[in-house]
């Protein structure tokens, strides 16, 4: 059932996706469009294959830290959410800050996070973290102020402190709108590794994509920064994947977004 | 005979809204005796649902008296049956312990017994959103119910149901109340369900609510039968006319 | 491409997937040729790879001074950045001319581009390692086989020629961005430089340096080249011809009185003091002047030189000795009046 359900969502994305490979394809081969400039699927397939290796283990550097900036951020972010909706003069006066934060380029503080973290891991890790973190911040913090009055009024009769009520009562009203923020921060999460890793990842053997596109453009080898660019993708797409498999086994049984 | 459970005199509440202030309640005295079933019934939007909210103790008073022990327990349902959706109504019912920080296992006991009590037991393992309208009404009485509550505060509880569900619960909550001693306060704008329930059927007049008339209510056995009966009728229509004359006496 | 060549393809793609999708074909023009101006000043736009700095002195002189304006030419130039990709720009079409390293020049002729070397500032490349002066590295060898953070622009043929060189080095490569913070925190035990620039910038700044020259390992390509498309060169000679001589004028100007050009420099990159512009000044004519310059003119090349480059990216892999032929005609010095 699972299995029908799952080809059921897949099957138009995918004969999108082939079809517009294929008007990719074609356009590359017609146009003879340089491959310097843009090089066609199958030659971004065949650096795929042949750089494969070396783009693999740059995909499971970039995957590890966008993992934990993503955990990161979910943490922080339901963790801050849910205080600055329990606290009310913090909300109103972090929440604009935390608006504010959202607006400041990445790239801007990117390699300060290299002097403040240390390169490699910590560094990208946070870049990631932190482009990801207002989704769940603002999809907490929307869930716990929008607690049905009726609910919240059942359980101060029954004399339960906010805590409690928190736990018990607001944040498994929220997690529709959490896993909402959660999917749009899995997204995030790998640009800002990305981001990150231009300015604070490591070079040579020890590249993750972000290095790898970096060095890769520099030689002029297209077709690789095109391959390092669509695992990045994929690594975003995965993430996303588990975010969404893992609020539609919590959500499914009790609200519509999940059916 | 001990004196009643609850007390309220000259009662008034006066709210501020958007255009100024709007008196919702202008002058309530109401005892609730022991083991009875009080009855308020007016018009919708009359105030009649503020008063059973103040001496719940969700709302306070603009002035008047409240008097209640407060540790007598309460428990309370609202026209919503408000459950979690999340919750198996099981879960649900045994809330009100789980918050009072009593076991887990206790709590499920306690919501056992009162699922049974009214007729849930085959469904307590579903969640909320599998129930018709008539069973969450009835999961949300059996959490009102699940603490031993000594007075026990209905706000239209079956206000949102079609009649013959309402005839229905109307009866099993006879069953279930009468003769446990619980003491009852039951707002509604139902006539057929504030003469089937009540011992003492207050009604009450339009905005500013306020007191017109009170019924004592003297049959013995509130079943399904009592429905039949002429005597009931004819006391349905003496709420009647008086609930009318409140709603001509004012413009 | 010719044609004949789309036609004969177009016939192909009809019988591949029919019409429709070649009706939904959008006109996706390869580099468009430029047609030339009915009359006026010839816009050029130039594409730097860095930020404004004594680097493109020349330039900014022939700006400065109507260098470019007496011949005819409206120049604008585009400032770079670590990650303004100005061969393919180039490719593209999207700017006139730009400035380049050998390398980029050569990979992308080698992958099928079409452009061509026609000035390069510096005989000497300026490509550098710096340390601080109390690191304990005295020669480059010494700081290949330590470890710690180098803070250099990943992917670029020197690394290899060092790791050649002296052995694979356990150095760790992390990014440059262009901030010197990193090394002034001490993260990094060394970072990529531009002998006139960053060692520069780092002793305005009070940071004592020690600079090695990758040139003087044997690996010394022309790094500073102005590069036109190979279709401009043939269909407007004279306006290559024109702007190369422009420059060359320009750079005499600037070496001789830096002044001006320096002002100008400082006003659009803020990062530059006039201290810092006087010590990048004063360094620059070991690497803009040489023999060759004396003979002919700033910027002139030599093809002995680009062989020796063009040989040792094949050694290191860069490029495939196959892509010998399509390297071929890879510079030009062009004259005035020559044709």
Request: aromatic share 6%.
């Given at each position: 059932m699972i299995a029908a359900r799952l080809w059921r969502a897949a099957w138009p994305p995918i004969v999108v996706v082939l079809g517009a490979l294929l008007f990719w394809e074609l356009a590359v081969w017609f146009f003879a469009v340089p491959e310097y400039l843009l090089p066609s699927p199958r030659r971004i397939g065949r650096a795929m294959i042949d750089d494969r290796d070396r783009l693999l283990a740059a995909s499971g550097r970039t995957a590890l830290a966008t993992g934990l900036g993503f955990v990161g951020s979910a943490a922080i972010g339901i963790v801050a959410g849910s205080v600055l909706s329990l606290v009310p003069l913090a909300r109103r006066g972090v929440y604009p800050l935390a608006l504010l934060l959202q607006m400041v380029p990445l790239v801007a503080i990117a390699p300060m996070l290299v002097i403040w973290f240390g390169y490699g891991l910590p560094s990208v890790a946070a870049s990631a973290c932190i482009v990801s973190l207002f989704p769940v911040v603002a999809g907490t913090l929307d869930g716990l102020q929008s607690v049905d009055p009726g609910l919240q009024e059942i359980f101060r009769i029954h004399g339960a402190g906010r805590v409690r009520a928190w736990w018990s009562l607001g944040l498994p009203w929220s997690l529709p709108s959490v896993f909402t923020g959660l999917r749009i921060a899995a997204g995030l999460a790998v640009i800002g590794a990305i981001v990150g890793e231009f300015t604070g990842g490591f070079g040579g053997d020890a590249a993750p994509l972000g290095g790898v596109i970096t060095s890769a453009l520099k030689q002029n080898r297209t077709p690789t920064v095109f391959a390092a660019i669509t695992l990045a993708a994929g690594l975003g797409f995965v993430l996303f994947g588990i975010v969404n498999g893992i609020g539609w086994a919590l959500l499914r049984r009790w609200h519509a977004s999940a059916r | 005979m001990s004196g009643p459970v609850a007390e309220v005199r000259d009662l008034r509440r006066t709210f501020r809204g958007e255009r100024g202030e709007v008196e919702a309640v202008g002058g309530v005295d109401l005892q609730l005796s022991p083991g009875t079933i009080t009855v308020l019934i007016g018009p919708t939007g009359c105030g009649k649902s503020t008063v059973l909210r103040i001496i719940g103790g969700l709302d306070a008073p603009t002035s008047g008296e409240v008097v209640r022990d407060p540790t007598v327990p309460i428990g309370f349902?609202?026209?919503?049956?408000?459950?979690?959706?999340?919750?198996?109504?099981?879960?649900?019912?045994?809330?009100?312990?789980?918050?009072?920080?009593?076991?887990?296992?206790?709590?499920?006991?306690?919501?056992?017994?009162?699922?049974?009590?009214?007729?849930?037991?085959?469904?307590?393992?579903?969640?909320?959103?599998?129930?018709?309208?008539?069973?969450?009404?009835?999961?949300?009485?059996?959490?009102?119910?699940?603490?031993?509550?000594?007075?026990?505060?209905?706000?239209?509880?079956?206000?949102?149901?079609?009649?013959?569900?309402?005839?229905?619960?109307?009866?099993?909550?006879?069953?279930?109340?009468?003769?446990?001693?619980?003491?009852?306060?039951?707002?509604?704008?139902?006539?057929?369900?504030?003469?089937?329930?009540?011992?003492?059927?207050?009604?009450?007049?339009?905005?500013?609510?306020?007191?017109?008339?009170?019924?004592?209510i003297p049959f013995p056995t509130r079943d399904a039968a009592l429905r039949g009966d002429p005597e009931f009728a004819v006391m349905q229509t003496r709420v009647l006319d008086v609930l009318r004359q409140g709603l001509e006496a004012t413009p | 491409m010719s044609n004949s060549v789309i036609l004969?393809?177009?016939?192909?793609?009809?019988?591949?997937?029919?019409?429709?999708?070649?009706?939904?074909?959008?006109?996706?023009?390869?580099?468009?040729?430029?047609?030339?101006?009915?009359?006026?000043?010839?816009?050029?736009?130039?594409?730097?790879?860095?930020?404004?700095?004594?680097?493109?002195?020349?330039?900014?002189?022939?700006?400065?001074?109507?260098?470019?304006?007496?011949?005819?030419?409206?120049?604008?130039?585009?400032?770079?950045?670590?990650?303004?990709?100005?061969?393919?720009?180039?490719?593209?079409?999207?700017?006139?001319?730009?400035?380049?390293?050998?390398?980029?020049?050569?990979?992308?002729?080698?992958?099928?581009?079409?452009?061509?070397?026609?000035?390069?500032?510096?005989?000497?490349?300026?490509?550098?390692?710096?340390?601080?002066?109390?690191?304990?590295?005295?020669?480059?060898?010494?700081?290949?086989?330590?470890?710690?953070?180098?803070?250099?622009?990943?992917?670029?043929?020197?690394?290899?020629?060092?790791?050649?060189?002296?052995?694979?080095?356990?150095?760790?490569?992390?990014?440059?961005?262009?901030?010197?913070?990193?090394?002034?925190?001490?993260?990094?035990?060394?970072?990529?430089?531009?002998?006139?620039?960053?060692?520069?910038?780092?002793?305005?700044?009070?940071?004592?340096?020690r600079m090695f020259l990758v040139a003087d390992t044997g690996f010394d390509p022309y790094d500073v080249v102005l590069a036109v498309r190979e279709e401009m060169l043939q269909k407007e000679p004279e306006v290559v011809a024109k702007l190369v001589e422009a420059v060359s004028e320009g750079w005499d100007a600037y070496l001789a009185n830096p002044g001006p050009v320096n002002d100008r420099i400082a006003e659009l990159n803020p990062d530059f003091t006039p201290r810092t512009l006087e010590l990048a000044v004063a360094a620059l004519p070991a690497f803009v002047r040489s023999e060759t310059t004396d003979e002919h003119r700033i910027g002139w090349m030599t093809a002995d030189r680009w062989n020796t480059f063009v040989d040792q990216l094949i050694e290191l892999g860069e490029i495939d000795a196959s892509a010998r032929g399509r390297i071929e005609g890879l510079f030009v010095n062009p004259v005035v009046g020559s044709r």
């Open positions: - | 349902c609202f026209q919503e049956p408000r459950l979690l959706p999340w919750r198996s109504v099981r879960r649900n019912v045994a809330l009100p312990l789980e918050l009072a920080g009593r076991s887990r296992t206790e709590a499920l006991a306690a919501a056992d017994a009162r699922l049974a009590m009214v007729g849930l037991s085959d469904a307590a393992d579903r969640l909320p959103a599998q129930l018709s309208g008539g069973m969450r009404m009835r999961a949300a009485v059996a959490r009102a119910l699940v603490s031993n509550p000594r007075l026990l505060l209905l706000d239209e509880p079956f206000g949102a149901l079609d009649e013959v569900t309402r005839f229905r619960l109307d009866e099993e909550l006879a069953a279930i109340v009468r003769g446990t001693g619980i003491t009852v306060l039951l707002v509604t704008h139902s006539i057929s369900e504030a003469v089937f329930l009540g011992d003492e059927v207050v009604v009450m007049s339009p905005r500013p609510a306020r007191i017109i008339e009170r019924f004592q | 004969a393809r177009l016939h192909a793609l009809i019988l591949l997937v029919g019409a429709v999708a070649v009706s939904a074909v959008p006109v996706a023009c390869g580099p468009a040729g430029d047609a030339a101006p009915a009359s006026g000043p010839r816009p050029l736009r130039v594409q730097l790879n860095w930020f404004p700095e004594p680097e493109f002195g020349g330039l900014y002189a022939a700006a400065l001074d109507g260098g470019f304006e007496r011949r005819g030419l409206d120049v604008t130039l585009l400032p770079g950045g670590a990650d303004v990709p100005g061969p393919q720009l180039l490719a593209a079409g999207k700017v006139d001319a730009a400035i380049v390293a050998g390398s980029q020049l050569v990979t992308l002729r080698a992958s099928g581009g079409r452009i061509v070397a026609v000035h390069a500032s510096f005989q000497k490349a300026p490509r550098a390692i710096v340390v601080r002066r109390e690191s304990p590295f005295s020669t480059l060898e010494e700081l290949w086989a330590s470890e710690g953070a180098f803070m250099v622009g990943d992917g670029l043929p020197y690394l290899k020629w060092l790791d050649r060189r002296f052995g694979p080095s356990p150095l760790v490569r992390v990014p440059y961005t262009g901030s010197l913070a990193p090394f002034l925190a001490d993260e990094v035990v060394a970072m990529q430089a531009f002998a006139t620039a960053e060692p520069v910038q780092l002793e305005a700044d009070g940071v004592a340096t």
